[in-house]
């Protein structure tokens, strides 16, 4: 059994999340202000965390940095009512893997929790493996950026690139379909494996971050805004 910790004050959203994912077949833990869900959490073995932003004692953001400083690797999925681009990034900046904003339908969380999930198991399992010899199915090249699928490392230039699990699933997306524009609605389902309503920006917020880390000066971008129909990954 899959086992959740929920770090959220308001009783009414912690009664409704802990009763749906208990009959989802997760086991549920609480905290209700951030410095005692860092405890929890820094203490107890936990397969996802669910961390809204407004806390009591310590705030979501500086919880998220707490957490990351020893356990790099747990997902973290942010809830939280303040939903615009700035304040995601953000949550996305100090560690988290995804982002919901309130008010949510339960089956979109249990949807997210379930992609980022999987993604976490494949994780771990690829680092139980040990890498072959000198295989090039898993070196992808682009222009001068370099993805190794095996080592789940990445160069530009021949500097590493450090990402998160989703920058990296995006750049792996964009490096597979490269020269081809792709739209949001493709992007979405690719890479969070689920189909979220057209409306959301998270293909927007994550390709910004992306950029910020990929493109080291002006005239060197490598994805590119396709105006009304979505992103394509071209050479500068």
């Known amino acids: 059994m899959k086992k ?4 959220e004050d308001e009783t009414s959203v912690v009664s409704f999340i802990k009763k749906g994912l208990q009959e989802n077949g997760y086991e549920v833990s609480v905290a209700f202000d951030g410095k005692t869900g860092v405890k929890l959490v820094q203490s107890n073995d936990f397969d996802l965390v669910i961390l809204d932003i407004m806390l009591p004692e310590m705030n979501g953001l500086d919880a998220c940095k707490e957490i990351r400083k020893t356990n790099p690797h747990v997902p973290i999925l942010f809830l939280t009512a303040l939903g615009t681009s700035e304040n995601i990034v953000l949550g996305l900046e100090s560690g ?17 929790i379930k992609s980022l999930l999987r993604r976490s198991n494949a994780h771990n399992g690829i680092q139980e493996t040990a890498e072959p010899e000198a295989d090039k199915e898993y070196i992808f090249r682009f222009s001068d950026l370099v993805v190794n699928d095996y080592t789940k490392t990445v160069t530009r230039g021949g ?15 964009f490096i597979n379909n490269p020269e081809k524009v792709i739209s949001r609605a493709e992007i979405l389902e690719a890479v969070w494996g689920v189909n979220y309503e057209l409306g959301t920006n998270v293909v927007d917020v994550y390709v910004n971050y992306l950029r910020k880390k990929l493109d080291y000066q002006e005239d060197q971008k490598l994805i590119h805004t396709v105006i009304g129909m979505g992103y394509v990954l071209k050479k500068p």
């Open 159 to 173: 500097e590493e690139v450090s990402l998160t699990s989703t920058e990296y699933k995006l750049l792996l997306y």
């Open 4 to 7: 959740i910790i929920l770090i």
């Open 96 to 112: 988290g893997d995804d982002y919901l904003v309130k008010p949510f339908k339960f089956i979109e969380l249990v949807a997210r």
